[in-house]
């Protein structure tokens, strides 16, 4: 039994205050896919993550994550096997350590103590953050923060990782580190960003998003490349599938295009 | 606002000292906690004209503080810091209060002088003990400590969070009021209608906050139970370091040291 697919049916969910959020959204996910969530702002994809491990449940249509549908029954088995990033690392490490925030997972989960331990250490060496592991999170810089929460949701042994604006706020460099950790991944990915650049690196799929439905789902190149669907979902070209602005020369596009062409 | 950002970035150093290493550090919280509760009710027991009493009391910081290499110089500042709310709420005493107590040369002290002396004696020690638990076992320890006394599991859950989630509540409550003073000129706009407002503000962003952590503890497997990897055991030591401070500030409560000092110098 697989748990690394995502398969989303007729997805619909309004918030109580009126607003639509999806109107009947559906795709699915296998093993190992990277996909990335794109759209303007508003247009559902936070929404549609927060489906993906029950933290709301759909008015209409289903998830299922590998063989199991999310209903209330499943939500302990589901939330292990979903691992979720949330945007704003302030939010999701809230122990007193960062030791103890990434231990807080395994130990909900109800595993002895030397294999907490052992995930613990395993899950900050993998972010390269395990010497911060005695500090106070809110002592953390942005690109720290970001690299324990990773490892909080890490230390579960998720089979699909979900994270929402991994690479907003961070530095450059900060960027390029995440970048490269994530693409080191083996797990299947769900990241909605905005950083279309760094979905044209990290992912082979896009999916488009935009007011509540799903207008474009397909490889990343030939998703960015299209300007008329970009245009009409709020959306804009990459900078690297642009032509270079200090020469003019397309070269910039290409190189990325074939970068991604190529990956295997 | 500098004031702000600085008093919180002086609460890390707080943290930053309870991570030391020292016998101190190194107690049960449990111990710690115990005989900070003793230390307080004995002391605060006394009659409210009493001050020489009340003095020798000084010595279970102080020792403290020593033990564990706690620096004075920013213990001090902290207590300074409180200081105002000590100064003012025994500040009507004097004048309250005149029944003349004793007579130095031409110069009579009243009962109002006397219970205010004893106010700022009692703050300055009740505080200083409670600084020096804090720096001595962090305040995670503080809160750790309080739930194996059995404390209920709510109010300690409230405290950690509370303190972990100051910080953040305070860089947001900074960020609306420099938001503010960039577009209110001289007196307008920092009137109590905006000042409502912003508070409101504040409110509504903390409840968006809780509810996002709260998902975000929902998606790691919390079921309303802090489960933690520190276990404490209650050793000879800490035994012998409730024990033995608790009997000492009894006696300390029923013979009133200085006086006998004098009594026997006299």
Redesign the interface.
Known sequence: MSHHIVEVTDLEFTYPDGTPALAGVSFRITHGESVALVGPNGAGKSTLL?HL?G?LTPQRGRVRIGDVPLTRGTL?EI??TV??V?Q?P???L????V??DV???P???GLP?DE??RRVQEALERVGAWELR?R????LSGGEKRAVAIA??LA?GPDILVMDEPSSNLDPRARRRLMELLAGFEHTKIIATHDLDMALELCERTIVMYRGRITRDGPTLDVFTDDLLLENSGLERPLGLRPCPACGSPRAGRQAASRTATRP | MGSIEHAFLDLGRLDRLAHADTPIHRLDPRAKILATLVYLVTLVSHGKYEVSALLPYAVYPAVLAAQADLPLGYLARKLLVVAPFAVLVGAANPWLDRTPMLALGPLTVTGGWVSYASILVRFVLTIGAALVLVATTGFHGVCLGLQRLGTPRVMAVQLLLLYRYLFVLADEALRLVRARGLRSFGRRGTGIKVYGSLVGHLLLRTLDRARRIHVAMLCRGFTGEFRTLRSLRFRGRDWAFLVGWSALFLAFRMVNVPRLLGSLFV
């Not at chain 1, 809230?94 to 350590?97: C, L």
């Open positions: 927060l491990n933290v302990p939330r292990k691992g979720m949330f704003d302030d939010d999701q809230f122990m007193p350590t030791y103890e231990a807080f997972g130990l909900n989960l103590a907490v331990a005695d106070p999170p809110h002592r909080t949701v579960m």
